[in-house]
């Protein structure tokens, strides 16, 4: 049955830190960044991920320190809010609505109660810079629509906007001239044709000095620009490229330069004569930040990493995120060992991500080739990537075509190494193949006697690589061959798979699908439907093993059953993505359609999904990956129970986001859940059917105010331990009131009835032992109830007399 309640979609991670300039705390302790909807506090010691500022429902745009309170900071968003932040709890404080789209934030101390801020209210091509007014308000959130215009038709980057000392003017960077209220100075006066548009601008802290970036690669010094006949200008260059940005130091001594050479350029006292690089820094250098304190600055980069750098030009810390490269060849694999995400990284490189700390955990050089940065020049690219035996294999496949007729193709087996935890190049293969290889798989049975690697390829064969013993008289190897060479017509081999249990190969050629027995590599079936090239291909798990599913181009959605040789049903679905889940019959599929992406899941058995949620996001989605769960989820909602076992990721242009379906559902099961949250009512259910007896039940903490106040108020205004704890404890005791009969389990009533039955002879024994020892006694002697007589005076105790009252 299909489910049609919406999965929440989550952004766990791989958002842009280089999207704006990062921004210091003012004891330079933290760093700020943004982070797709988020801002991220680091710390510049540890690099670790302190807090992440949620809140914003859009693209975070800007962020800046509050002026009157360097414990606050100030964050923008396409959403239309600017938002007032505690970074050091990680507390929002106030949220000011103005209405448009923001797209870059400034603070001035001279101005209070204001902000500036780019936006497009007319048209979205056109951006205006204006003043906002914040107004003061005791309520968390405020309408700020008080808007001051400052001027039309400006460059919505940030990097084009900069304020002068003591806002004595405002520069604004158009593409070959910038302008301010006063006057306008071109950068196209010396040569014609000249390759010197503005890039970027910034101003001295304390002189009347404004220092731009150019597409050439200098920077020009304007000094006495107030008057439009004296004003003279000192021009710097190193950079071979566009200068990509600039900013003065705390005191305006030396000034900073970064661009596409990855060096940062310090020049001190404003001469070409006395400057400082720190090079090698590994990417395009985006954005330059300096520390209100100046004992450190920060690069951005365009791998999407913050450098943190001593004033003395030493790196001393390294927040790296998610790397996007141009693109992403290798899909997206999950490494059996460490569970993180592997793609590509930067050129040449596999980078292992862990998505549960959104943080890089490392790089591995796969090409083994220092990087030219040439935009002209075609680059060796890390095309396919696979991981077999259960992770103590990897293959990749490296190419280079610079021509038709001249293809550079490699292959490489790389064997994991318990001593050093990392991986090494154990195999080497020049031209495995003729032409492009497009796909490659290893068999992973856990019952496979010999690593086996299938690589598919455009010269219309595909390739079985066995690993065999390479061993001499001085050492003991092994090493790779190939042991079997198969085609069908010449076609183009385009995938291939293996079964769950390694018995059959499955080889797509362009339409046409071949079914190969793994063990004597004779063709066994072949199916076709005649409805375009297959573009993924896969076979079903566990109970639906017998089944094969091949997604065309066409937008065709097959399913063969391999017991019948014959289409078990098909629908009309343009797959972009196809995932199998490793523990579990599911099978998930995103489609592209014009509204976005739709997330289809199903097993191969059933036509008939079993669940469907359209739009899942806007972007197109690249590439899918099902990620197994440590602790398996028990979801009793039949929408929600393909993501017990694993959790399906996915990644777009921007970043990486995973469905869920409610962030408590997700929650770690730490002491702090079990006194906090709210048990899952299938986990209830069991333990009152089997715990009844035995456990007694607390009340709700959530409803105690001394619980409340304990976990929601921040720690540097709590009164002291010692005199929350007697208040704290005493909240959590019991009330000492007597249970009425109703209240009593009858559970437990039966239990006493039932030992009461059994032990029935034993009291006719005791009674008459206690009539003997009593014969004779005296009539004083209080007469002692017998366990028969107790019992029929606890049923007379159940019986409700409350009626009685109301006479």
Known sequence: MVEEENIRVVRCGGSELNFRRAVFSADSKYIFCVSGDFVKVYSTVTEECVHILHGHRNLVTGIQLNPNNHLQLYSCSLDGTIKLWDYIDGILIKTFIVGCKLHALFTVAQAEDSVFAIVNKEKPDIFQLVSVKLPKSSSQEVEAKELSFVLDYINQSPKCVAFGNEVNFVLLVFWNFFFTPRFTLSSSRNKKHAKNNFTCVACHPTEDCIASGHMDGKIRLWRNFYDDKKYTYTCLHWHHDMVMDLAFSVTGTSLLSGGRESVLVEWRDATEKNKEFLPRLGATIEHISVSPAGDLFCTSHSDNKIIIIHRNLEASAVIQGLVKDRSIFTGLMIDPRTKALVLNGKPGHLQFYSLQSDKQLYNLDIIQQEYISDYGLIQIELTKAAFGCFGNWLATVEQRQEKETELELQMKLWMYNKKTQGFILNTKINMPHEDCITALCFCNAEKSEQPTLVTASKDGYFKVWILTDDSDIYKKAVGWTCDFVGSYHKYQATNCCFSEDGSLLAVSFEEIVT?????????????????????????????????????????????????????????????????????????????????????????????????????????????????????????????????????????????????????????????????????????????????????????????????????????????????????????????????????????????????????????????????????????????????????????????????????
Request: proline share 5%.
């Open 515 to 807: 079914i190969w027995d793994s063990v004597t590599w004779e063709l066994k079936c072949t199916f076709c439907q005649r409805a375009g090239k297959i573009r993924h291909l896969c076979f079903g798990r566990l109970t639906c093993s017998k089944y094969l599913l091949g997604a065309t181009e066409n937008g065709i959605l097959c399913c063969w059953n391999l017991l019948s040789c014959a289409l078990e049903w098909n629908a009309k679905l343009n797959v972009r993505v196809m995932e199998p889940d490793p523990n579990s019959e599911n099978i998930a599929a995103i489609s592209q359609s014009s509204m976005g992406s739709d997330l289809f899941v199903f097993k191969p058995s059933e036509p008939r999904p079993l669940y469907i949620q359209k739009g899942i996001s806007r972007e197109e989605v690249q590439w899918g990956v099902f990620v197994p769960r440590d602790v398996p989820e028990s979801f009793t909602s039949e929408a929600y129970q393909w993501l017990n076992r694993s959790q399906f990721y996915f990644l777009t242009k921007s970043q990486v986001t995973v469905p869920l379906k409610k962030a408590e559902e997700s929650l770690p099961t730490t002491p702090f859940y079990f006194i906090l949250g709210k048990h899952r009512q299938h986990q209830d259910e069991k333990l009152n059917e089997t715990l009844e007896n035995e456990l007694v039940q607390l009340p709700l903490t959530e409803n105690i105010p001394a619980v409340g106040e304990l976990l929601h108020t921040p720690a540097h205004v709590l009164p002291s331990a010692a005199f929350l704890c007697s208040m704290f404890v005493n909240s959590l005791l019991l009330s000492k009131e007597t249970k009425s009969a109703k209240e009593i389990p009858e559970d437990v009533d039966m239990e006493e009835e039932k030992e009461s039955e059994d032990s029935d002879e034993e009291n006719d024994f005791i009674e008459k032992v206690q009539d003997t020892n009593n014969t004779g006694l005296g009539e004083d002697i209080i007469h002692q109830l017998s366990k028969s007589e107790e019992k029929e005076l606890r049923k007379f105790r159940k019986i409700d007399y409350s009626w009685i009252a109301a006479l």
